[in-house]
């Protein structure tokens, strides 16, 4: 089956640091990969997204890079923010051969990232 | 005004009680999903439906149902709900879209407690 496995939280950095969180996941056909983003009280919003192998997906001055070889799409930011801080979901839609999405999303157990000034 | 909207945001029931949430959508999508949030656990989905008349059970759909009486609109019923349904519910829609990424878009959420 499909499963997505993101590092263990909660990680807490200082201002202008740089950030990694892992995610790998296991899916058959050619997922579609993404990050979500949930700030307090809200809910999830679309960070990025990659469809194919080695898509770069950037937004806000996040990245991530769609790895077929390693099955990774792990987020990096190179400094953030306390703005930044929030529980970021990583997540796959798998698709078939002729990139039909099969429509559900799996998720990962989500990170928590505080960041202080 | 948002896209995706969720009544109620905030429910306080008792077991056995039946509590219905609803959903709407302005975004003129066909799939609309219904998960729930624990912490520690990611979002899980209970039910999904690519259109009015496609409804299918997701990976925790016991205990759940659902109803979709429109295109924008789709409600998720707790026939009678027990504590370990207390969680935080949302509601997402999507189309397939030109590359087939299905992105979804979520609604705000419903925090329901079951006392």
């Known amino acids: 089956g499909n499963s997505v496995t993101q590092m263990e939280g909660p990680v807490t950095l200082s201002e202008e640091a740089f950030l990694t969180i892992n995610c790998t996941y296991t899916a058959t056909g050619y997922p579609s990969l993404f990050w979500y983003v949930q700030y307090p009280g809200e809910g999830l919003q679309l960070l990025l997204k990659?469809?194919?192998?080695?898509d770069k997906g950037s937004n806000k001055g996040f990245e991530a890079t769609y790895r077929k070889e390693t099955t990774s799409f792990h987020l990096e930011k190179g400094s953030v923010q306390v703005s930044d801080s929030a529980v970021y979901f990583c997540a796959l839609s798998p698709r078939n051969a002729g990139g039909t999405s099969y429509g559900k999303l799996t998720f990962g157990q989500g990170t928590i990232l505080t960041v202080h000034p | 005004d948002a896209d995706v909207t969720q009544t109620p945001r905030n429910r306080i029931t008792k077991t056995g009680k039946r509590i219905m949430l609803e959903c709407s959508q302005t975004k003129g999508h066909d799939r609309m999903y219904w998960y729930r949030q624990d912490p520690g656990l990611g979002l899980r989905l209970i039910y999904y439906s690519f259109d009015v008349k496609d409804i299918n059970k997701g990976e925790i759909s016991d205990g759940y149902s659902v109803s979709r009486q429109a295109q924008a609109k789709f409600s998720l019923s707790l026939e009678s709900a027990i504590p370990n349904q207390t969680a935080l519910y949302f509601c997402a829609t999507s189309d397939l879209g030109p590359s087939g990424g299905n992105e979804q878009f979520f609604g705000p959420g419903t925090r329901l407690t079951v006392l």
């Open positions: 990659a469809t194919k192998a080695d």
